[in-house]
Antibody, heavy 119, light 107 residues
Framework: EVQLVEFGGGLVQPGGSLRLSCAASGFTFSSYTMNWVRQAPGKGLEWVSYISSSSNTIYYADSVKGRFTISRDNVKNSLYLQMNSLRSEDTAVYYC????????????WGQGTLVTVSS | DIQMTQSPSSLSASVGDRVIITCRASQSISTYLNWYQQKPGQAPNLLIYVASSLQSGVPSRFSGSGSGTDFTLTISSLQPEDFATYYCQQSFRPPFTFGPGTKVDIK
């Protein structure tokens, strides 16, 4: 069974940092591209970042470029999102999601981890 | 960047109704369009990928169509478990933008 479990969320002050992790199991993690997607409270979905299976290709949303860094460890079957210079508008539930195939759709999602940026 | 719009933003419908949600891209995205369902407190669930392919395990009352800039999600006969918010997403090029969502609630 495919499982994605995010952790590392919490309350952080503006300007602070946080590192999210996503533990993958039930599939060959090293073969799949992964995404981070977030959802602010009561709002819609926002794609955040993309990393290819071998980490060769990485993309970011403009809203996080220069502040967030996506990475992965294919030995530990883990995906990461290092978030620096956090702002109140980064407050959201952060989901990791598996990219299905060349279609670009996300077929499995974690349950999400809440990041709250507030003083 | 490719902008995605959806209409309507919300709708009220009854069990058994046929529901159609539209999604429009600001430029052609071929068929790189995916649909997700999200219920409160849950992660999104993939329904349709590449515009018209039904994800495994998704009921056949869900269907998708379209190409280029205009797409539709159709629920042929709305069921109680279908009351949720629906999002389209383009996977043609980054940033992989989502539409603003369509909330389907009970009339």
């Amino acid at each position: 069974e495919v499982q994605l479990v995010e952790f590392g969320g919490g309350l952080v002050q503006p300007g602070g940092s946080l590192r999210l992790s996503c533990a993958a199991s039930g599939f060959t993690f090293s073969s799949y591209t992964m995404n981070w997607v977030r959802q602010a409270p009561g709002k819609g979905l926002e794609w955040v970042s993309y990393i290819s299976s071998s980490s060769n290709t990485i993309y970011y949303a403009d809203s996080v470029k220069g502040r967030f860094t996506i990475s992965r460890d294919n030995v530990k079957n883990s995906l990461y999102l290092q978030m620096n210079s956090l702002r109140s508008e980064d407050t959201a539930v952060y989901y990791c999601a598996r990219r299905k195939d060349s279609s670009g759709s996300n077929d499995y999602w974690g349950q999400g981890t809440l990041v709250t940026v507030s003083s | 960047d490719i902008q995605m719009t959806q209409s309507p933003s919300s709708l009220s419908a009854s069990v058994g109704d046929r529901v159609i949600i539209t999604c429009r891209a600001s430029q052609s995205i071929s068929t790189y369009l995916n649909w997700y369902q999200q219920k409160p407190g849950q992660a999104p669930n993939l329904l349709i990928y590449v515009a018209s392919s039904l994800q495994s395990g998704v009921p056949s009352r869900f269907s998708g169509s379209g190409s280029g800039t205009d797409f539709t999600l159709t629920i042929s006969s709305l069921q109680p478990e279908d009351f949720a918010t629906y999002y389209c997403q383009q996977s043609f090029r980054p940033p992989f933008t989502f539409g603003p969502g369509t909330k389907v609630d009970i009339k």
